[in-house]
């Protein structure tokens, strides 16, 4: 299973790819993951400490991709939506300050919709100015409290910037990575940007996916846990560290990791939709 990435750039989805083999093992010994069933007609495939249970129905439809972009989209005004179109516009051409207005626009038409907020978030970040892009992107995660897009991510960057943490505009250098082609160079950037700023929980998990060899992508996993990673940077981490434990033929381990955060009610939308498809994966292939 290729490691998961959350996207560091507006996109709808998040996405994956499955492991092209997984390891088998016997789970009848963990109460657990044993098939059970309360009804004798929901498999039960997972049971966390508190009790909350997984079954397969409740993992039938997930695919590891979440629409961000329908959170509060219910009720949205055509002419919102319109705004949002012709903001997003002109932000790509570079015109910020005429993108701002029409966000500004999009959201007063549509006061319960994040998205419009989040894009005015990131347009403050493109220019620089991470005291509004924070507040922004703090009313985004107010608004959407299990998830926004990377809103979560950016909060706790752009904190950790003003506090001191990060060097001023590492957040959004971490950011323009995305737009890099040649992996080798984003590994070497990357290995730079941890060694100059270590409590860097985001660059920890993007490293992870392009070290080489598992005992080096696990070793950043940690580094990144270690540093109090915000939530969808912490659930990102610990799938990936659940693919690899898979992968070395752990599968309990591996199990125990994806049902918990599937079934954790802090989890972020997209961490539980994407520990749901892994696990899935998993079991699937066993």
């Not at 989805?13 to 009804?39: E, H, I, R, Y």
């Not at 040649?182 to 929980?201: A, R, W």
């Given at each position: ?22 390891s088998k093992s016997d789970n009848a010994s963990d109460p657990t993951t044993q098939a059970a069933s309360d009804d004798g007609a929901t498999k039960i ?143 070497s950037i990357l290995e730079q940007v941890v060694t100059v700023c270590p409590k860097f929980p985001a660059a920890w998990k993007e490293l992870g996916v ?77």
């Amino acid at each position: 299973m290729n490691m998961i990435r959350s996207s560091l750039i507006q996109i709808p989805v998040l996405g994956m790819m499955l492991l092209s083999s997984c390891s088998k093992s016997d789970n009848a010994s963990d109460p657990t993951t044993q098939a059970a069933s309360d009804d004798g007609a929901t498999k039960i495939v997972f049971r966390d400490s508190s009790g909350r249970k997984l079954t397969e129905s409740d993992m039938a439809n997930a695919t590891g991709d979440f629409d961000w972009s329908i959170i509060g989209s219910d009720n949205v005004p055509a002419r919102a939506k319109e705004l949002h179109e012709e903001a997003r516009s002109e932000g790509q051409k570079g015109n910020y300050a005429h993108a701002l207005e029409l966000l500004k626009q999009a959201s007063d038409a549509a006061p319960t919709w994040p998205y419009p907020i989040y894009d005015a978030a990131y347009t403050y970040l493109l220019q620089d100015d991470t005291k509004n892009a924070e507040q922004f992107y703090q009313r985004v995660d107010q608004m959407a409290p299990r998830g926004f897009f990377t809103a979560k991510t950016a909060v706790d960057c752009l904190r950790r910037e003003r506090t001191g943490d990060l060097k001023p505009g590492m957040y959004k250098a971490l950011v323009s990575l995305e737009w890099m082609d040649d992996q080798q160079e984003k590994l070497s950037i990357l290995e730079q940007v941890v060694t100059v700023c270590p409590k860097f929980p985001a660059a920890w998990k993007e490293l992870g996916v392009f070290r080489k060899d598992d005992a080096s992508k696990l070793d950043a996993i940690e580094h990144g846990m270690s540093e109090n990673p915000d939530d969808e940077t912490k659930g990102i981490l610990l799938i990936n560290k659940a693919a690899i434990l898979n992968r070395q033929g752990n599968r309990d381990a591996a199990t125990k990791i994806l049902g918990d955060l599937a079934l954790d009610p802090e989890s972020t939308l997209g961490t539980e939709s994407m520990a749901k498809f892994t696990l899935r994966s998993i079991l699937q292939h066993k």
